[in-house]
């Protein structure tokens, strides 16, 4: 998933693995990384530093999660 804030954008990500045990053991975490730009213009992708801000984006990828699998 990808979400484009005031401050930035930023992406959610699930790891990928090839081997069936290695999916069974998986914690199910969710790895959140900021998206940058060099001065080139070439866009990588970087831990968010700050814990506020590494707060905000985990709480509207959480939202946003609810939102696709459970309905009210």
């Known amino acids: ?7 930035g954008r930023y992406v959610a990500l699930l790891p990928v693995y090839d081997e069936t045990e290695d999916i069974l053991d998986d914690d199910g975490e969710i790895i959140l990384l900021k998206v940058e ?3 080139d213009g070439e866009t990588y992708l970087c831990p968010i530093e700050g814990d506020e801000e590494f707060d905000e984006i985990q709480k509207i990828f959480e939202d946003r999660l609810k939102d696709l699998f459970f309905e009210d």
């Open 1 to 7: 998933d990808r979400i484009e804030t005031d401050d």
């Open 37 to 39: 730009e060099d001065k």
